[in-house]
């Protein structure tokens, strides 16, 4: 059984303007660093195709995907809110990140590929079912959940966000859907405010406050995630890979390392094995500082690996 990796080039001609921290870089630096360890070698490399509208509406309204149609610019930048800026090859790139997450479901269920990573842009967990935000477009992980619970051997699925923002959009997409467990630890308060308090049964919260490291953090997830996924027990984990956390990262006040990055994803590859066949489909979220989050993703994939 095979680890696969899944990407594409036009992903990085998506781009929101100079200086903009989600930059087609982050691509090119988590593939030199896998180039440089060793470790694409190892790894089944495969090319998505881009998702289609009838895909994109397992998660999405359809009037939704028709305004981010409208708002597509045929040349220079259109907003979808102050953070998130549409080029003319964005809609390109987000449906291609979508059809990247769609094609490892599918291999994963096939059985063609053990667990698999998604480094694809723009990310996802941000967008809700009907809004675009945080640098993000499409919902791209509830969208392999919405193909994955359409499978008839799949039944209750989990969503693991490590990201140091709080994943919104998915916990918009599925809090009334008792059938999928989201866990979402992040920094608290830290943007985007939305939705941090909800309370479900299928919804935990690990708030995290600015400082919290290792030891801390670790912790944390132990103790609130392990329960949840044991009680759940879920038939397949999607990961929100969001590299953010880091403490060399700009855009947050965590203190995570590249080992507790390792760390955290063989936590899941276990439950993965307890649970859900091994089952793991992961997708790149977020991560800014270019050297961390090469070496971060390098570490996440090297877990993957050692998982199956």
């Not at 480094?119 to 967008?127: E, I, K, L, Q, W």
């Not at 993000?136 to 039944?155: M, P, T």
């Not at 912790?219 to 590299?243: C, K, T, V």
């Amino acid at each position: 059984m095979t680890t696969a990796y899944i990407s594409h080039i036009d992903c990085e001609l998506h781009e929101m303007g100079a200086g903009h921290p989600e930059s087609p870089q982050r691509l090119q630096a988590i593939s030199a660093e896998l180039g440089v360890s060793g470790l694409l070698d190892r790894l089944e490399c495969l090319r998505p195709d881009a998702a289609s509208h009838d895909q994109l509406a397992l998660a999405h309204p359809r009037n939704y995907i028709r305004e981010l149609e409208a708002l597509h610019p045929q040349q220079g930048h259109n907003y979808a809110d102050p953070d998130t800026a549409l080029n003319p090859h964005s809609l390109r790139a987000a449906r291609l990140a979508a059809g990247a997450v769609l094609l490892g479901t599918q291999q994963i269920l096939s059985g063609a590929c053990q667990n698999a990573f998604c480094a694809v842009r723009p990310p996802g967990h941000h967008a809700e079912q009907a809004s675009a935000m945080g640098f993000c477009l499409f919902n791209n992980v509830a969208l392999g959940v919405e193909w994955a619970l359409n499978q008839s051997d799949i039944e209750r699925v989990a969503v693991l966000d490590f990201d140091v923002h709080h994943g919104n959009g998915t916990v918009d997409i599925f809090k009334d859907r008792p059938e999928v467990l989201v866990c979402s630890s992040f920094q608290y308060p830290f943007y985007p405010f939305r939705y941090q308090d909800i309370r479900r049964p299928n919804i935990v919260h690990t708030p995290l406050a600015a400082g919290t490291a290792s030891s801390a953090f670790r912790h944390a997830i132990e103790q609130a995630w392990l329960p949840a996924l044991a009680e759940h027990r879920p038939d397949m984990i999607f990961i929100s890979a969001g590299f953010d956390a880091h403490r060399d990262d700009p855009l947050g006040q965590l203190q995570l390392t590249d080992a507790d990055f390792h760390w955290i994803t063989g936590l899941i590859g276990e439950a993965a094995s307890r649970y859900a066949g091994g089952r793991i489909l992961s997708v790149l979220e977020g991560g800014y500082n270019l050297k961390a989050l090469g070496r971060s993703a390098a570490a996440h994939v090297q877990a993957l690996l050692e998982a199956r």
